[in-house]
């Protein structure tokens, strides 16, 4: 069965400041006013990451300037290997 994974992912961007955000303050403000845009008592943001993805930066930059109620990592409730190959 050949795999579908990219390995090389790439997203084209064209080169205008309303199209490719940097830095992660510009980032977080986008999300900012796309949460608040939806006027909900309740939001859920889903932040999924290729493999390499240096998710620590990610993590402190996306708490700093969003500062979320509640954080949920999903690598924390994985179960260690060796329970898993007790399956």
């Known amino acids: 069965m050949k795999s579908n994974f990219n390995k090389y992912p790439v997203v084209q961007v064209r080169k205008t400041e309303e199209e490719c955000l940097v ?11 796309a949460i608040q845009s939806k006027k909900s008592a309740k939001t859920i943001l889903v932040v999924d990451c290729y493999q390499g993805t240096f998710e620590p930066d990610l993590l402190n ?23 898993i190959l007790q399956l």
């Open 23 to 33: 830095g992660w303050e510009a980032i977080a403000q986008e999300l900012k006013q």
């Open 61 to 83: 930059s996306l708490l700093l300037f969003l500062q979320p109620e509640k954080v949920f990592l999903a690598n924390s409730y994985l179960l260690p290997e060796e329970e």
